[in-house]
Nanobody, 126 residues
C-alpha cells in the first residue's frame, strides 16, 4: 500500500524559510515522479514543483529561485526547501507521486494512479 506522509509545515514571518518532507512507503521513490502542490482557501490547487525519476525538476513561475525540490532515494523521501517565503505562499501543501510526470509541466500523469499525502499547512505572516 502506497503512503505519503508530509511534515515540516508551520508558521513563519515573511522572508523566512521552511523545509517540507514527504516520506514515501509502498513503492520506490527513485522510479517515481514526485511533486509538491498547494491549495489556498478559495483557490484551486496548483503545482509548485516536481522532480522526475531521473532528477529533472520543474517549478511554478512564482517560486522559481526561492523553492528547491529534491529527493533522497535512499530514504524514499522528497523535500521542498522554501526560502524567502511570502504571505501569498500561505496554503496547504501536498506531496504527490505517480509513475510518470507530465513532460514540461508541474503535474503528474493522469494516465497512471496518483498518490497523495494528507497535507501540511504553511502560513506566512507579513
Amino acid at each position: 500500500q502506497v503512503q505519503l506522509v508530509e511534515s515540516g509545515g508551520g508558521s513563519v514571518q515573511a522572508g523566512g524559510s521552511l523545509r517540507l518532507s514527504c516520506a514515501a512507503s509502498g513503492y520506490t521513490s527513485s522510479t517515481y515522479c514526485m511533486g509538491w502542490f498547494r491549495q489556498a482557501p478559495g483557490k484551486e490547487r496548483e503545482g509548485v514543483a516536481r522532480i522526475a525519476s531521473g532528477g529533472i525538476t520543474i517549478y511554478e513561475e512564482s517560486v522559481k529561485g526561492r523553492f528547491t525540490i529534491s529527493k533522497d532515494n535512499a530514504k524514499n523521501t522528497a523535500y521542498l526547501q522554501m526560502n524567502s517565503l511570502k504571505p501569498e505562499d500561505t496554503a496547504m501543501y501536498y506531496c504527490a507521486a505517480a509513475s510518470r510526470c507530465v513532460p514540461g509541466k508541474v503535474a503528474l500523469s493522469q494516465m497512471t494512479k496518483n498518490y497523495w499525502g494528507q497535507g501540511t499547512q504553511v502560513t506566512v505572516s507579513s
